[in-house]
């Protein structure tokens, strides 16, 4: 049966054995399964037995996750798991660090504790080939159409808004969505007013029922070293003098630095839903001011909670030291923490052309502004 959501949905479980044998075709298999370790020929046994999402999750994408943090980190910790007992669904929103890892380790952590996976917006930039999609698809992506034309970005605006509320309503499936359009660049995490107004698309107009029943669980996410620093840095400098242009293959560059880089120590907090009572608050207010007030709870949410690490404390201690101020946070680190974090700054710093005062002000702040805006 058509659905008027079947340019936007993840496959179905039917689906999903006609994309594995085309994946089981594809030239890239061999060189993806080195990256995994395996040979050409296991990956292709793991994917033969692919036969709905969930095997494929289970035998490709848990395998392949926990391969890249066992190779890039010192590992994943967590807390709040508790929010999804009773199995409740969630309009899930969390900062965004990295364009795959940070929907990739939410899965990863549900999957291994018996919690139904999530499904997850995903522009479809990020989509560059059939087999891309094939393997997004069968991981439960929904497809989040990019687009300059204003109509079409309110059409596909309004299609994503109902599939979210559908499947989140109707207790089908959480659904996991970044709080902006992109990676948050600079530290400082904030939720698009835009996003939430998406959501309300598809509402009823009854600004309280309408957010109640999303049930959006905020999370923070926090990375020890964060994803593509370098790139992060460098994009930050550009952007202060120019209009700046993401080069043809520069997503796609991201995604595997993202992956490749090291991460340290990682952290995912599931916090407290957003309560009914908070919705009520947020409706006292004008039209665009509520969608401010709930995009404020959904921040101290992810504020609050993120995980800070040395190097956080380590940057904005730097940063205080070049104004010529005290360093405040000595007793968060040790003297070789802050050693190691000194050489890692100033070894990505060197690999970008530029004014190196503002480069190093600008790398630091990527670290610094988590402490900064945590309250």
């Known amino acids: 049966m058509e659905s008027k959501f079947d340019d936007i949905r993840p496959y179905y479980d039917s689906e999903v054995p006609a994309a594995a044998a085309r994946m089981i075709g594809n030239q890239n298999i061999d060189a993806i399964a080195e990256f995994l370790g395996l040979s050409g020929e296991m990956l292709r046994n793991r994917l033969s037995k692919c036969v709905d999402i969930d095997s494929f999750q289970s035998n490709i994408m848990a395998f392949a996750v926990e391969k890249i943090l066992e190779n890039t980190s010192k590992g994943v910790t967590y807390g709040g798991l508790h929010y999804f007992e009773g199995g409740d669904k969630h309009l899930i929103v969390t900062n965004h660090r990295d364009i795959v890892l940070d929907a990739a380790i939410i899965q990863l952590i549900l999957h291994n504790h018996g919690v139904k996976t999530t499904e997850m917006a995903v ?105 593509c620093d370098l790139e992060k840095t460098h994009e930050l400098y550009e952007s202060r003098r120019h209009k700046y242009v993401k080069a043809p293959d520069e997503d796609f560059n991201s995604i595997l630095k993202g992956i490749e880089q090291w991460k340290g120590r990682i952290h995912f907090e599931f916090t407290e839903p957003v309560l009914p009572e908070e919705v009520e608050y947020c409706a006292n207010f004008k039209k665009n001011e509520r969608f401010q007030e709930l995009a404020k709870i959904i921040d101290k949410q992810i504020h609050t909670t993120y995980k800070l690490w040395p190097n956080n404390y380590i940057a904005a201690d730097l940063l205080a030291e070049v104004a010529g101020k005290k360093a405040e946070f000595a007793e968060k680190y040790t003297p070789e923490e802050r050693l190691t974090f000194e050489r890692y700054a100033e070894k990505q710093i060197a690999k970008i052309e530029g004014d190196e005062a503002e480069l190093r002000d600008i790398f630091l702040h990527i670290y610094a502004n988590p402490l900064y805006y945590k309250g």
């Open 123 to 227: 522009g479809d930039n990020l989509i560059s080939s059939k087999f891309v999609e094939d393997i997004a698809r069968s991981n439960k992506m929904i497809k989040v159409v990019r687009s300059t034309s204003p109509r079409e970005v309110y059409e596909s605006s309004k299609l994503l808004s109902e599939y979210i509320r559908s499947k989140v309503v109707s207790q089908e499936s959480s659904i996991w969505i970044a709080q902006r359009n992109g990676r948050t660049k600079d530290g400082h995490d904030m939720t698009e007013q835009g996003l939430l107004k998406m959501f309300e698309m598809s509402g009823s107009g009854d600004f309280i029922k309408d957010n109640i029943e999303l049930n959006i669980l905020p999370v923070a996410i926090s990375y020890e070293y964060e994803p």
